[in-house]
């Protein structure tokens, strides 16, 4: 299994990249899906998630500017993130959760530096 992310960078204030994680060697549809970041010194938060039915949920910070997204077709989830601030500078993860299964597994994080 494998989760690859990109779109990740160094940015401007307030930028609106979007980040991509491919996954492979699973059924996305089958999964909630997630993107979660870790700036350093800190520990990893959940940013975005959504279920295998559609349902998203935001962490405060970034509820209204960053969205998250699926393509099952293309085994891909997208996290759109707008009006980026130097606080939101982190290595985002991306992360399957198939919890009936006991399913859990990670990206290898793509660093996102905004600068003000």
């Known amino acids: 299994v494998q989760l690859q992310a990109s779109g990740g960078g160094l940015v401007q204030a307030p930028a609106s990249p979007r980040l991509s994680c491919v996954a492979s060697g699973i059924i996305l549809s089958f999964y909630d899906m997630g993107w979660y970041r870790q700036a350093p010194g800190k520990q990893r938060e959940s940013v975005a998630r959504?279920?295998?039915?559609?349902?998203?949920n935001y962490e405060d910070s970034v509820k209204g500017r960053f969205t998250i997204s699926r393509d099952n077709a293309k085994n891909t989830v997208y996290l759109q993130m707008n009006s980026l601030k130097p606080e939101d500078t982190a290595v985002y993860y991306c992360?399957?959760?198939?919890?009936?299964?006991?399913?859990?597994?990670w990206g290898q994080g793509t660093q996102v530096t905004v600068s003000s």
């Open positions: 959504i279920s295998k039915d559609g349902i998203r």
């Open positions: 992360n399957a959760l198939q919890s009936s299964w006991g399913r859990d597994y």
